[in-house]
C-alpha cells in the first residue's frame, strides 16, 4: 500500500500537527477546529489510553484511542463512538498523540483534566453509549460536523 503524505512527513521530520476531519473523536477533537501533536511511532508499544494514528486495510487513516490489546492486537474506539475495533496490528500505527491544541491552547497527554476525562470516558462503554444516544439527540452528528467545519 502506497504512504500516504503524513506518513511520508513524518517519516522524514518526526512530527506533525493534524487538523482531524469527523466526529468519532467528539467531544474531545472538534471536526475541523481543533488539531493534534502527533510524533512518529517508533514500535515501543501502545499504552492504554493513548491516541495514535493508524492505518486500516483499506487505507483510511484513522484516529482512535488504544482501549487495550489481545491476541489479535490493539484494541480501539472514538471518543464519540461505542463499538470496539479489534486486531489493530504494530505495523499499521502511524504515528502518536503527544497533545492537542483546543482552540489556541495547548493541552498535553499529561495534563491532570485530560487525563480524569480519558480515564472516566473510556471506563464504560454501556455508560458511553447511553450518555452518546441522549448527546445526538440533542446534537445530531450532521449538525455537529455542521457547527465546527466553517
Known amino acids: 500500500m502506497d504512504e500516504t503524505l503524513i506518513e511520508q512527513y513524518i517519516k522524514e521530520n518526526g512530527d506533525f500537527v493534524a487538523i482531524p476531519v469527523g466526529t468519532s473523536?467528539?467531544?474531545?477533537?472538534?471536526?475541523?477546529?481543533?488539531?493534534?501533536?502527533?510524533?512518529?511511532?517508533?514500535?515501543e508499544g501502545l499504552k492504554k489510553y493513548d491516541l495514535p494514528v493508524y492505518k486500516r486495510a483499506d487505507g483510511t487513516?484513522?484516529?482512535?484511542?488504544?482501549?487495550?490489546?489481545?491476541?489479535?492486537?490493539?484494541?480501539?474506539?472514538g471518543d464519540n463512538q461505542w463499538t470496539l475495533e479489534h486486531g489493530i496490528r504494530e505495523d499499521q500505527i502511524i504515528a502518536v498523540a503527544k497533545g492537542?491544541?483546543?482552540?489556541?491552547?495547548?493541552?498535553?497527554?499529561?495534563?491532570?483534566?485530560?487525563?480524569?476525562?480519558?480515564?472516566?470516558?473510556?471506563?464504560?462503554?454501556?455508560?458511553?453509549?447511553?450518555?452518546?444516544r441522549v448527546i445526538h439527540k440533542i446534537y445530531p452528528r450532521q449538525k455537529i460536523m455542521d457547527k465546527y467545519s466553517s
Open 61 to 77: 487513516q484513522v484516529m482512535h484511542r488504544c482501549l487495550g490489546k489481545d491476541e489479535n492486537g490493539y484494541i480501539m474506539c
Open 100 to 132: 492537542f491544541y483546543r482552540d489556541e491552547k495547548y493541552i498535553p497527554n499529561e495534563n491532570r483534566l485530560y487525563r480524569a476525562y480519558y480515564k472516566l470516558w473510556s471506563s464504560n462503554l454501556f455508560l458511553r453509549k447511553c450518555a452518546l
Open 25 to 43: 473523536m467528539y467531544p474531545m477533537l472538534r471536526n475541523r477546529r481543533d488539531s493534534v501533536y502527533l510524533v512518529r511511532y517508533e514500535g
